[in-house]
Every structure is written in C-alpha cells, then in structure tokens.
C-alpha cells in the first residue's frame, strides 16, 4: 500500500476557492472510505469531510454549506472544493483512507486564508 498524496493547497484571500486533490493507489482507495482533516497551529487535527465508496458524505458543522468533497473512482482520487474560504480555514489538509489494513495518512498541503 502507497500513502495518498495530496496536492492544490496555497494562498488564498478570503472569500476565494481552492480545490485539494488527493490521489492513492487502487488498493487503499477502493471501495473505502477516504477524508480531509486538517490540523491548524496549536490545534488538534479535526475532521473536514468524509466520503465513503457509494458517494454517501459526511462535513464539519464549520465547512457545511462551502467546502464539497467528491471522489473520481476511475482516477483514485477524491477532491475537497473550498469555497468562501475564511482565515479560520487556515490549516494544513491531510488526506486519509480508512482500510481493512488500517488507516493511511498523507503527507499534508498548507492552505492559508489572509487578506
């Protein structure tokens, strides 16, 4: 098994977008369950969103309504759209997969909101 691998983090000022992609190997992306968290400074890592292998998704209170994870199941691959973005937003994003093997954690994509 390979570790997800996140990319599309940056610098954005409030209100924008950014898109994260996370792309994983077949053998720990299908089927299961893949998430977003993110840990800001001096935080614990949190839950952003969470999507399981039949499109069935679950977010934070905080991101309901601007933040849309959605998976490509011939790519591997699952995306986090964040829109109307806000400093609190500001984190590094993990990519996770939740497998029979265990849980498979990226390496993590920087994502700052500031004017």
């Known amino acids: 098994q390979v570790r997800p691998v996140e990319s599309g983090g940056g610098a954005v000022q409030p209100g924008g977008s950014l898109r994260l992609s996370c792309a994983a190997s077949g053998s720990i992306f299908s089927g299961n369950v893949m998430g977003w968290y993110r840990q800001a400074p001096g935080k614990q890592r949190e839950l952003v969103a969470r999507?399981?292998?039949?499109?069935?998704?679950n977010y934070a209170d905080s991101v309901k309504g601007r933040f849309t994870i959605s998976r490509d199941n011939a790519k591997n691959t699952v995306y986090l759209q964040m829109n109307s973005l806000k400093p609190e937003d500001t984190a590094v994003y993990y990519c996770n997969a939740e497998t029979i093997w265990g849980t498979f954690w990226g390496q993590g994509t920087q994502v700052t909101v500031s004017s």
């Open positions: 999507i399981i292998g039949g499109g069935t998704t």
